[in-house]
C-alpha cells in the first residue's frame, strides 16, 4: 500500500518561530489533509489539500502532487501551536476509501 | 457543516465487559464510515470499513468477532468491543465523508478514549 513519511518526527520551537513539516507520498493521491491533533485527542481539519498552496492565518500548505509531498508552513508559532501534526492521504482510485495516516510530527512550542 | 458526533468521549470498563461506541453523521448521510484506532505515542490506523447495509470490512489483524460494526442507518454506525481486555485500552475514532468519492476530505468524530481495567 501506499507509504507517507513524515519529518521531521520530532520539533522544539521558541514561541515565535517559523516552522516547516513535511510530508512525501509513495503514490499518486486524489486526497491530502492535514490534522492537528491536540492534547485532549481531538483531530483539528487543518487543510484538504490534493494540490496547490492555500493559507490559513498562520498556517498555509503546498501540495506538489506530481513530487509527492507536501509542506506545512507554521509562522510565528504560539505554545497553542504544540500537539501532532498528521498527514493523510488517499491513493488515486475510485469509490470511497480511508485516509492513510503517516507517523506524525511531534511540535513543543516553548515560551 | 459535514459535522461527525462520536459519543461516548471517554469509557472506563472492567475487563469481560462489552462497550459500544456510536458515530452519528449529523447533517449528511454517509453510506461509508471508517473506524480508526490509536495506541499511545503512535498513528491513527483503519480498524474496519462501515458500511450502510452490509457488513463491514476489516483490516488484516482486527478480530471481526470481537469489533462489531453495525451501520444500521445512513447517519449512524456503532463499534462495539465485546468481552474487552486491558490491551484494547485505545483511542477509537471514526470518520466519514460528503458523498461516495475520495475527492472530499474526511471528517472525524472526537474520539472515544477506552480504558478498559
Known amino acids: 500500500g501506499i507509504q507517507v513519511e513524515q519529518s521531521p518526527p520530532d520539533l522544539i520551537l521558541q514561541e515565535g518561530a517559523n516552522s516547516t513539516l513535511r510530508c512525501n507520498f509513495s503514490?499518486?493521491?486524489?486526497?491530502l489533509q492535514w490534522f492537528h491533533q491536540n492534547p485532549w485527542g481531538q483531530l483539528i481539519n487543518l487543510f484538504y489539500i490534493p494540490s496547490g498552496t492555500k493559507q490559513n492565518g498562520r498556517l498555509s500548505a503546498t501540495t506538489v502532487a506530481t513530487e509527492r509531498y507536501s509542506l506545512l508552513y507554521i509562522s510565528s508559532s504560539q505554545t497553542t501551536d504544540s500537539g501532532v501534526y498528521f498527514c493523510?492521504?488517499?491513493?488515486?482510485?475510485?469509490?470511497?476509501?480511508?485516509?492513510?495516516f503517516g507517523k506524525g510530527t511531534r511540535l513543543s512550542v516553548i515560551a | 457543516g459535514a459535522v461527525v458526533s462520536q459519543h461516548p468521549s471517554w469509557v472506563i470498563c472492567k475487563s469481560g465487559t462489552s462497550v459500544k461506541i456510536e458515530c452519528r453523521s449529523l447533517d449528511f448521510q454517509a453510506t461509508t464510515m471508517f473506524w480508526y484506532r490509536q495506541f499511545p505515542k503512535q498513528s491513527l490506523m483503519l480498524m474496519a470499513t462501515?458500511?450502510?447495509?452490509?457488513?463491514?470490512?476489516?483490516e488484516q489483524g482486527v478480530e471481526k468477532d470481537k469489533f462489531l460494526i453495525n451501520h444500521a442507518s445512513l447517519t449512524l454506525s456503532t463499534l462495539t468491543v465485546t468481552s474487552a481486555h486491558p490491551e484494547d485500552s485505545s483511542f477509537y475514532i471514526c470518520?466519514?465523508?460528503?458523498?461516495?468519492?475520495?475527492?472530499?476530505?474526511?471528517?472525524f468524530g472526537n474520539g472515544t478514549r477506552l480504558t478498559v481495567t
Open positions: 503514490d499518486s493521491v486524489n486526497n
Open positions: 493523510a492521504v488517499t491513493p488515486t482510485g475510485s469509490g470511497n476509501t480511508p485516509l492513510v
Open positions: 462501515s458500511n450502510e447495509g452490509s457488513k463491514a470490512t476489516y
Open positions: 470518520s466519514a465523508r460528503v458523498g461516495d468519492s475520495s475527492n472530499s476530505p474526511l471528517h
